[in-house]
């Protein structure tokens, strides 16, 4: 069966197909170091409550047609810009994990652009 060839890593080093490199490793370990608490971003036990009792009430995922059941809930304007409403129901959204990852994604500028 054939082996396709070896890539080149952004640090210079050969890696095998499939392989993944060591640099990538260090640097998610640096951004975590920089990066704050989830309790310091938003995420503290109030948040948990409020969450579990909005997926017990929604169950299944927001997006017309999916009808996967609700894993994550996506706060329609984020925590960051609007923190007074962090808890508040009428700023949630219940997403199955795929749209909610769509929807990070093209809120943070994650998405590739269209062609």
């Not at 082996?3 to 080093?13: H, K, L, N, Q, T």
């Not at 499939?18 to 938003?42: I, L, Q």
């Not at 409550?49 to 047609?65: D, I, N, Q, W």
Request: charged letters at 30%.
């Amino acid at each position: 069966m054939p082996v396709s060839a070896p890539r080149i890593c952004g640090c210079g080093d050969k890696l095998a197909s499939g392989a993944g490199c060591h640099c990538k490793a260090k640097r998610k370990r640096e951004a975590d170091a920089v990066r704050p608490s989830a309790a310091k971003r938003g995420y503290d036990a109030a948040w948990r409550r409020v969450r579990a009792l909005f997926v017990a009430k929604h169950p299944v995922c927001s997006v017309e047609g999916c009808g996967k059941p609700t894993t994550d809930v996506d706060h329609i304007q984020s925590v960051e810009t609007r923190p007074d409403l962090r808890l508040s129901w009428s700023n949630l959204r219940p997403f199955c994990h795929p749209h909610h990852s769509q929807r990070t994604a093209r809120d943070q500028g994650f998405a590739r652009a269209r062609q």
